[in-house]
């Protein structure tokens, strides 16, 4: 047993691991690229089911849609100052509400924790991020989502606690409070 991130590395296919030196996030289909500020000690997986080379993700379901979805990237992360886990979920959009992959990806997440739990005996209970990256915001869901905090902001949020970022820079810090 060690600390979250080792158990989390030790327990997780390294085929969807980021390299620990990763500094921009990407989708493909959509052309996007987000640059990461990290500090602390973190590991990013992506589980995009379109990566090249990397093993069926969901065996055990059929290929009916949404049951395989997940989004782009997971970081799990922990907080400097008084080490709590945390796992941020981020999917990049170029316009489209991210929320369904999100919420989907969440409950892998906790799956994953549990099964990490299980097996290095311990009883992580990472909070949770969902953060949503586009590129512009579709004017269907401007009246979704609300501006964080008394200061003008780049990350708004929506009644569930969703974030969006729109913007092309991600500082994992802030996302730890």
Partial sequence: MGDFITDVDSCLNPIYQEAKSTKQLTEDKTGMAIEINTTGKHSIYSFDLQSEGAPELFPFFSKKAKLRQVSDYVIFCIR????????????????????????????FVEFLIKRINAACHTEYKPETRKIGCLKTMHPKLRNKFRSGGTKPSKVIYNAQGIALLIEDKFVIADYLL
Avoid: G, V, Y
């Fill in 80 to 107: 400097e100052n008084d080490a709590k886990p945390f796992a941020l979920i981020i999917e990049l959009k170029s316009q489209m509400d991210p929320t369904a992959q999100l919420w989907a990806t969440q409950q």
